[in-house]
């Protein structure tokens, strides 16, 4: 089992700048990649960014240029730095550990409890 603790979430006028940070502990012989996924209200579960241990990342589009992830292997600790926050930022952001099989395919993924995004405009 692996437990994922999020923290960093908040309210932030758009422009502005967030740092989320994901904390991994238990069992992690299987976990290669982390990451974080968003969901707005009505809206589907969306990948945000992921990293995988090698260190490549992978990001969405809509957030190309505006996020960076990042993560401290010691600490076992992922950070998503969000800069130029937009109004469709908003959204509960999950942090998600699990084994990449493939590219786009995670195997027995982990999820956090989530923590909120609030972006006004």
């Known amino acids: 089992q692996v437990q994922l603790v999020e923290s960093g979430g908040g309210l932030v006028q758009a422009g502005g700048s967030l740092r989320l940070s994901c904390t991994a502990s238990g069992s992690m012989r299987r976990i290669n990649v982390m990451g974080w996924y968003r969901q707005a209200p009505g809206k589907q579960r969306e990948l945000v960014a992921h990293?995988?241990?090698?260190?490549?990342?992978k990001y969405a589009d809509s957030v190309k240029g505006r996020f960076t992830i990042s993560r401290d292997n010691a600490k076992n600790t992922v950070y998503l730095q969000m800069n130029s926050l937009k109004s469709e930022d908003t959204a509960v952001y999950y942090c998600?550990?699990?084994?990449?099989?493939?590219?786009?395919?995670?195997?027995?993924?982990?999820w956090g409890q989530g923590t909120q995004v609030t972006v006004s405009s």
């Open positions: 998600a550990a699990a084994e990449l099989v493939t590219a786009s395919t995670w195997r027995n993924p982990y």
């Open positions: 990293i995988i241990n090698s260190g490549s990342t």
